[in-house]
């Protein structure tokens, strides 16, 4: 997103590139977010080209002339990659290592050989919460499926008992906690304080992942009784090394990124003096570049050189994790240039003038365009970037807390209900054997409570802070 404030971003949009009324924006952004579903939806159409076409579309729609249309749309694409392009390239990396290291296998092994019985969906959303900090939604999924099979198997667990609290953490972490894309290009888009967005957003989905993974299991279980799939359990990437990261070390590795934002964010608010040595030392050390950089370069040692990795497998290693996010980089690129268009042909103020009479909150406004979007595309990261760039501007007069839960709800509204436009629906259908109904009664309504508990607690958290 843009390096401007959020106050400027709405005085800008005062004098939009359009002088249309409030019913032609209002109908060119319906029609422009209804051309990128019918994109997406109806011809397939990979979501970068979506949503490069439906900005022109929206601009068109708008009467705005179509190279100030073309401007906006580069220009929010570069400020977007610019801003949040290197953190997601990090945390690739940083994924890459720990998955190839064998550190997410040595996580997995130490919980799982301390639990048993009913501590055992206790265990698996511990462990998806842990593994899902640095990692991709989708990576995520590839690295605990082995190990969802192999416990409901061995256990004679219901694989509904075990599968559904390793995707409610690995879900919760995709939608609420930096640095995953999502998160990171809201947090930019309403221009949201990255260590008090992180913190809040551990305290909102600590209980949100116990409601809608160990609890909800047991109704998911009755609802749909299945053993693990009877097929071939993928290989574990530690079979094929000879050693593997320690324990501990693995664990500090992942977390020292969030530690170090949660301590910028813990000395901003003790210290509050921005001139002291001590908030500037922890400016630095506390950004997501530096934070992110420094578990990066930590974990070539304490996971890449302990699993015996030699230099040129360490090379080879982070080369093989940019290769993946090309297409990830380039969505998410595209939706901050859908969301530089929305604001530049002037729909922020135009939803700034109509909130001013409507009773509905901020937090909850945000949280249904993003629900909206999310139901209509299927994709969480387009929902949550298209749904910031609706409501940045209603972020102006906010303070640095509810700026922070903004971003909260909008991460909250984009995991609604998946269904059968969502890659993430089709991915674990296949990978846990289940019928398309099957799918829905357990995967989309664990997603839904996902949505509604988070989205509920941030409105609750609205009234206290």
Known sequence: MTHLSVEMLAAESVEPITSAGHAQLGFAVLAGIAVIVLLITKFKMHAFLALTVGSLALGAFAGAPLDKTITSFTGGL???VAGVGVLIALGAILGKLLADSGGADQIVDTILAKAGGRAMPWAMVLIASVIGLPLFFEVGIVLLIPVVLMVARRGNYSLMR???PALAGLSVMHGLIPPHPG???AID????NLGV?????VLVAIPTVIVAGPLFSKVAARWVDVPAPEKMIPQRPSEDLEKRPGFGATVATVLLPVVLMLAKALVD?????????????????GSPLIALLAAVIVAMFTLGRAAGFTKGRLSTTVEKSLAPIAGVLMIVGAGGGFKQT????GVGQMILDFSKNWSIPALLLAWLIAVA???????????TISAAGLVAPLAADMSTAHTALLVLAIGAGSLFFSHVNDAGFWLVKEYFGLDVGQTIKTWSVMETIISVVAGALVLLLSLIV
Do not use: H, N, W
């Not at 210290?271 to 050390?285: C, G, K, L, S, W």
């Open 78 to 80: 570069g400020d977007t």
């Open 162 to 164: 075990i599968g559904i």
């Open 183 to 185: 998160p990171l290009v």
């Open 189 to 192: 888009a309403v221009k949201a």
């Open 197 to 201: 967005t992180l913190a809040f957003g």
């Open 269 to 285: 608010i003790v210290v509050d003096d921005p001139e002291t040595t001590v908030q500037r030392v922890f400016d630095v050390i």
């Open 342 to 345: 929305l604001i530049d042909i």
């Open 373 to 383: 979007i999310r139901l209509a595309t299927g994709s969480a990261t387009v929902a």
